[in-house]
């Protein structure tokens, strides 16, 4: 189980080296929720709880990783944060 209440189904693959890519989507220490640095930057905070401590992403569930690809969830180099993530599914 993640921080969510579900079932981590996406893990990152450390072992490719994507640059920047991981570095475009946060997971807020707090709430859990994923948000955009467009969104940390423009807003200094969470847009869900106002915390202001981040980290990156290691794990996703499957909600998460649908939004993504989808485009509901939409940053720069998207494509290659799947990539990193492409493979390790549990």
């Given at each position: 189980?993640?921080?969510?209440?579900?079932?981590s189904?996406?893990?990152?693959?450390?072992?490719?080296?994507?640059?920047?890519?991981?570095?475009?989507?946060?997971?807020?220490?707090?709430?859990?929720?994923?948000?955009?640095?467009?969104?940390?930057?423009?807003?200094?905070?969470?847009?869900?709880?106002?915390?202001?401590?981040?980290?990156?992403?290691?794990?996703?569930?499957?909600?998460?990783?649908?939004d993504?690809?989808?485009?509901?969830?939409?940053?720069?180099?998207?494509?290659?944060?799947?990539?990193?993530?492409?493979?390790?599914e549990?």
């Amino acid at each position: 189980m993640n921080g969510n209440g579900n079932s981590s189904t996406h893990q990152r693959n450390y072992y490719e080296d994507l640059g920047r890519a991981h570095d475009y989507l946060l997971r807020c220490k707090d709430c859990q929720a994923l948000v955009t640095f467009a969104v940390m930057q423009k807003m200094g905070c969470c847009d869900k709880c106002g915390n202001k401590r981040f980290t990156e992403i290691t794990l996703l569930n499957e909600a998460e990783m649908g939004d993504i690809r989808s485009g509901v969830i939409d940053f720069p180099d998207r494509e290659l944060f799947l990539k990193e993530f492409a493979g390790i599914e549990q």
